[in-house]
């Protein structure tokens, strides 16, 4: 349960410690002005808003454990050189951590409610730090693999955690600026992983990409454990296991079927996101259930879905969705043409999208502080527009566009989606009461990965199946693919039309609540 700061956390709130104040200090000189020029530089900073230290110290672990999400990717090629594997098997280094997400981020919402942040915050880190150990000593690929996917288990708690800490300590009207600052830790991290990788490959191993990881984490660890104080308290209740089977099996089986699409026996591509899909299925129904248990005293669900009652979290989740299904499927696309097409290395690629996650994060805390003076539709409409402007222009790339225009094109892209996901986490999240964040930002998390993958799944379909009939009908590779490559941008265009459709729905203020939604007793 998320009960209402204590007074420790309000002084957290308004921006951490306390400045003390001598009598001289408090005293104006005659004539009514303040007398020191220090004294008026306190006075100004003061009446500053400031970023709670508990949200600083959680966006530093959490930029941490963010950039390993693609810090692998440029160590690729060595990995398999030393392990003897298929390109495809040396990616599930990225697929693994994308998996493990999805299984492991709708239990957030209930494992939130049930334990302190600062022993959710230890037991994080600890977890990374652990996969960390794991990956740096792998003597064979597959332990590499687990190493990686006790890396993802320890991410997956760290993003509900930071933005539930948020929603709580953080007044409204301070949100928007707040969750700018988390963009650009978000956004910037995945952005610079492949840089931050090529760097260190050139100097040594990839195993010392685990080396400078460790004691980076085990740092940040031990100084956000020694400041960072409890939010709230704990919620006593049990924990229904048959939900954490249907929650793992189901939504790790969803996107693995998804990540498959193309790569294996097309039936069995089916068969597998089928079964996912069924057992996502039943895993709503058992919430559902546990819920209207938990209602006449019973234990809760692992997520509470009640979240998508009120409107303006629907309309957020459905919006965010769209969003990560046009562009994560586009961000996937791009590599490919960069490589396969133009002839760059990875690092070369990396260095050349870096850019635009850049600016997406840099444009975080402006759009937050934009945000809190005009509201979310203002920024999420023109957002749209340029996502589905930029992405239709990217339809029409060639195999000798400048880099310069795709550098171009990118950077507008990801300033454009800027515009979108920090107004859009703040109204959502914003709508719903007190006691629901936790189970809020993790089923945003949930749908994130699982739209991503759907639409990753489906832009790749549609190269593929363009592709192959621009070749039976004599075209050479490169033809093929480029005109491939056309029909999915085209495709994430239209997907990104929904996006527009969906901003104008978008609620500018979260001053809503639906009819017989109101907590229920006991919770703040």
Same mark, same amino acid.
């Not at 693995?256 to 996101?273: C, H, M, Q, T, Y």
């Not at 994560?328 to 960069?338: D, I, K, Q, V």
């Given at each position: 349960?998320?009960?209402?700061?204590?007074?420790?956390?309000?002084?957290?709130?308004?921006?951490?410690?306390?400045?003390?104040?001598?009598?001289?200090?408090?005293?104006?000189?005659?004539?009514?002005?303040?007398?020191?020029?220090?004294?008026?530089?306190?006075?100004?900073?003061?009446?500053?808003?400031?970023?709670?230290?508990?949200?600083?110290? +959680?966006?530093?672990?959490?930029?941490?454990?963010?950039?390993?999400?693609?810090?692998?990717?440029?160590?690729?090629?060595?990995?398999?050189?030393?392990?003897?594997?298929?390109?495809?098997?040396?990616?599930?280094?990225?697929?693994?951590?994308?998996?493990?997400?999805?299984?492991?981020?709708?239990?957030? /919402?209930?494992?939130?409610?049930?334990?302190?942040?600062?022993?959710?915050?230890?037991?994080?880190?600890?977890?990374?730090?652990?996969?960390?150990?794991?990956?740096?000593?792998?003597?064979?690929?597959?332990?590499?693999?687990?190493?990686?996917?006790? %890396?993802?288990?320890?991410?997956?708690?760290?993003?509900?955690? !930071?933005?539930?800490?948020?929603?709580?300590?953080?007044?409204?009207?301070?949100?928007?600026?707040?969750?700018?600052?988390?963009?650009?830790?978000?956004?910037?991290?995945?952005?610079?992983?492949?840089?931050?990788?090529?760097?260190?490959?050139?100097?040594?191993?990839?195993?010392?990409?685990?080396?400078?990881? +460790?004691?980076?984490?085990?740092?940040?660890?031990?100084?956000?454990?020694?400041?960072?104080?409890?939010?709230?308290?704990?919620?006593?209740?049990?924990?229904?296991?048959?939900?954490?089977?249907?929650?793992?099996? /189901?939504? /790790?089986?969803?996107?693995?079927?998804?990540?498959?699409?193309?790569?294996?026996?097309?039936?069995?591509?089916? !068969?597998?996101?089928?079964?996912?899909?069924?057992?996502?299925?039943?895993?709503?129904?058992?919430?559902?259930?546990?819920?209207?248990?938990?209602?006449?005293?019973?234990?809760?669900?692992?997520?509470?879905?009640?979240?998508?009652?009120?409107?303006?979290?629907?309309?957020? +989740?459905?919006?965010?969705?769209?969003?990560?299904?046009?562009?994560?499927?586009?961000?996937?696309?791009?590599?490919?043409?960069? %490589?396969?097409?133009?002839?760059?290395?990875?690092?070369?690629?990396?260095?050349?999208?870096?850019?635009?996650?850049?600016?997406?994060?840099?444009?975080?805390?402006?759009?937050?502080? !934009?945000?809190? %003076?005009?509201?979310?539709?203002?920024?999420?409409?023109?957002?749209?527009?340029?996502?589905?402007?930029?992405?239709?222009?990217?339809?029409?790339?060639?195999?000798?566009?400048?880099?310069?225009?795709?550098?171009?094109? @990118?950077?507008?892209?990801? =300033?454009?989606?800027?515009?979108?996901?920090?107004?859009?986490?703040?109204?959502?999240?914003?709508?719903?009461? %007190? @006691?629901?964040?936790? @189970?809020?930002?993790?089923?945003?998390?949930?749908?994130?990965?699982?739209?991503?993958?759907?639409?990753?799944?489906?832009?790749?379909?549609? +190269?593929?199946?363009?592709?192959?009939?621009?070749?039976?009908?004599?075209?050479?590779?490169?033809?093929?693919?480029?005109?491939?490559?056309?029909?999915?941008?085209?495709?994430?265009?239209?997907?990104?039309?929904?996006?527009?459709?969906?901003?104008?729905?978008?609620?500018?203020?979260?001053?809503?609540?639906?009819?017989? =939604?109101?907590?229920?007793?006991? @919770?703040?």
């Amino acid at each position: 349960m998320a009960a209402p700061p204590s007074t420790h956390e309000n002084d957290i709130a308004e921006g951490g410690q306390d400045e003390p104040t001598t009598d001289s200090a408090a005293r104006p000189a005659p004539g009514g002005t303040t007398g020191h020029p220090e004294v008026s530089r306190r006075r100004a900073s003061a009446a500053r808003p400031r970023t709670p230290l508990v949200i600083k110290l +959680l966006v530093t672990a959490t930029f941490v454990v963010i950039l390993n999400e693609t810090i692998m990717v440029n160590a690729v090629p060595r990995l398999m050189t030393e392990f003897a594997v298929t390109p495809r098997t040396a990616q599930w280094l990225s697929t693994v951590f994308m998996l493990v997400m999805a299984a492991v981020i709708p239990v957030t /919402g209930w494992f939130l409610q049930r334990v302190s942040t600062r022993r959710a915050y230890a037991i994080a880190m600890a977890t990374f730090s652990a996969g960390t150990v794991i990956g740096a000593v792998a003597p064979v690929f597959e332990v590499l693999i687990v190493g990686r996917a006790v %890396q993802a288990a320890g991410t997956a708690v760290m993003v509900p955690l !930071l933005m539930t800490t948020l929603m709580t300590v953080v007044p409204e009207k301070d949100r928007g600026r707040v969750m700018g600052t988390v963009t650009l830790a978000i956004s910037c991290a995945p952005a610079l992983g492949p840089a931050v990788s090529g760097i260190i490959l050139r100097v040594g191993s990839w195993r010392l990409i685990f080396g400078v990881m +460790l004691p980076i984490a085990v740092a940040v660890a031990v100084a956000g454990l020694r400041q960072l104080r409890n939010v709230g308290e704990p919620q006593a209740g049990g924990i229904s296991w048959v939900s954490v089977v249907l929650s793992a099996v /189901g939504f /790790g089986g969803l996107l693995f079927g998804l990540s498959e699409a193309g790569a294996r026996d097309p039936v069995l591509v089916a !068969l597998i996101i089928a079964g996912g899909a069924a057992l996502v299925a039943a895993f709503v129904w058992l919430q559902l259930r546990l819920q209207r248990r938990a209602d006449t005293g019973g234990d809760g669900p692992l997520l509470d879905l009640r979240t998508v009652s009120y409107r303006g979290y629907r309309v957020s +989740l459905l919006l965010m969705a769209a969003v990560h299904m046009a562009f994560l499927g586009s961000m996937f696309l791009l590599p490919l043409y960069l %490589q396969n097409i133009r002839d760059l290395s990875e690092l070369q690629t990396g260095l050349l999208v870096m850019p635009g996650g850049l600016a997406m994060g840099l444009l975080g805390p402006v759009v937050g502080r !934009l945000y809190d %003076q005009v509201g979310a539709r203002p920024l999420v409409v023109p957002g749209a527009v340029l996502t589905v402007a930029t992405l239709a222009l990217l339809s029409r790339i060639g195999s000798d566009t400048p880099f310069a225009l795709l550098l171009a094109l @990118h950077v507008v892209m990801m =300033a454009a989606l800027s515009a979108i996901m920090t107004p859009v986490f703040s109204v959502g999240l914003g709508a719903l009461p %007190q @006691h629901l964040y936790s @189970h809020g930002s993790s089923l945003f998390g949930a749908i994130m990965q699982v739209s991503g993958a759907i639409g990753t799944a489906l832009l790749v379909v549609v +190269l593929e199946a363009r592709e192959d009939r621009l070749l039976a009908g004599d075209a050479s590779a490169d033809a093929a693919f480029v005109g491939g490559l056309r029909w999915a941008f085209v495709a994430a265009a239209a997907i990104a039309v929904l996006i527009l459709v969906l901003a104008v729905r978008v609620p500018s203020r979260t001053d809503e609540q639906p009819a017989g =939604a109101a907590a229920p007793a006991g @919770h703040a």
